[in-house]
């Protein structure tokens, strides 16, 4: 069950009753599936719903971009297209995040081996050294970049959001890459990792249920 099931049920049935559409014709609008409306309009939407069904439903229903997943998890009406989208603002990650002395000596090492690099022969060299860069910066950044996510999380991202990590997340995720879960968890925030199994996408949301529980 979700924050506002109920409230989602009627706001996704009063609004497909005063378009007149039965829920195939949602469906061939740009809906959602029948069987995920039915569990909609039930209240019985499945707690995992992926960000993208939210998308179909404001486009099924001709509702604002962000108004769906805003009704169900904020118990915001639906803004239609005449109308303004919910406004959210951005909540500030937190003032400082615990680094591990590991991570700084990790930073300090790829430092040392970028400057010795640039006196080096070799065509490898800096890239190498970068690459190790990168790593250990990632490693220092990554828990203030989840925080931020956590406190933030909604189908379209904050713009500001967008501008200074975008780079970042949008890059590809190999399963053999440092901190791999941690970067796919992040994309999982701000739903651009669609293609995570089930059980990964279950432990990502109890992670996440279990982070807007604690004080």
């Given at each position: 069950?979700?924050?506002?099931?109920?409230?989602?049920?009627?706001?996704?049935?009063?609004?497909?009753?005063?378009?007149?559409?039965?829920?195939?014709?949602?469906?061939?609008?740009?809906?959602?599936?029948?069987p995920t409306q039915v569990e909609a309009e039930?209240?019985?939407?499945?707690?995992n719903v992926k960000p993208s069904t939210f998308?179909?439903?404001?486009?099924?229903?001709?509702?604002?971009?962000?108004?769906?997943?805003?009704?169900?998890?904020?118990?915001?009406?639906?803004?239609?297209?005449a109308q303004q989208p919910p406004s959210r603002?951005?909540?500030?990650?937190?003032?400082?995040?615990?680094?591990?002395?590991?991570?700084?000596?990790?930073?300090?090492?790829?430092?040392?081996?970028?400057?010795?690099?640039?006196?080096?022969?070799?065509?490898?060299?800096?890239?190498?050294?970068?690459?190790?860069?990168?790593?250990?910066?990632?490693?220092?950044?990554?828990?203030?970049?989840?925080?931020?996510?956590?406190?933030?999380?909604?189908?379209?991202?904050?713009?500001?959001?967008?501008?200074?990590?975008?780079?970042?997340?949008?890059?590809?995720?190999?399963?053999?890459?440092?901190?791999?879960?941690?970067?796919?968890?992040?994309?999982?925030?701000?739903?651009?990792?669609?293609?995570?199994?089930?059980?990964?996408?279950?432990?990502?949301?109890?992670?996440?249920?279990?982070?807007?529980?604690?004080?």
């Open positions: 069950m979700g924050m506002h099931d109920e409230f989602f049920a009627r706001a996704v049935h009063d609004r497909r009753t005063t378009l007149g559409l039965t829920m195939l014709e949602v469906r061939e609008r740009g809906g959602p599936a029948v039930r209240g019985a939407l499945r707690a998308t179909k439903f404001d486009t099924g229903l001709g509702w604002m971009p962000g108004s769906a997943v805003a009704a169900y998890r904020e118990g915001h009406q639906p803004a239609t297209t603002t951005l909540e500030p990650g937190a003032n400082a995040v615990a680094i591990e002395l590991e991570q700084i000596l990790g930073l300090l090492d790829a430092q040392r081996e970028l400057h010795t690099s640039l006196t080096s022969t070799s065509d490898r060299a800096i890239p190498e050294a970068i690459g190790r860069l990168d790593q250990a910066v990632s490693a220092i950044v990554g828990p203030f970049v989840t925080d931020i996510l956590e406190r933030n999380r909604d189908q379209h991202t904050h713009p500001l959001i967008e501008i200074a990590f975008a780079e970042a997340l949008a890059a590809p995720v190999s399963t053999d890459a440092p901190e791999s879960t941690e970067r796919l968890y992040r994309r999982w925030l701000i739903g651009r990792a669609d293609a995570l199994d089930e059980a990964t996408r279950q432990q990502f949301e109890r992670r996440y249920e279990g982070r807007i529980r604690t004080p």
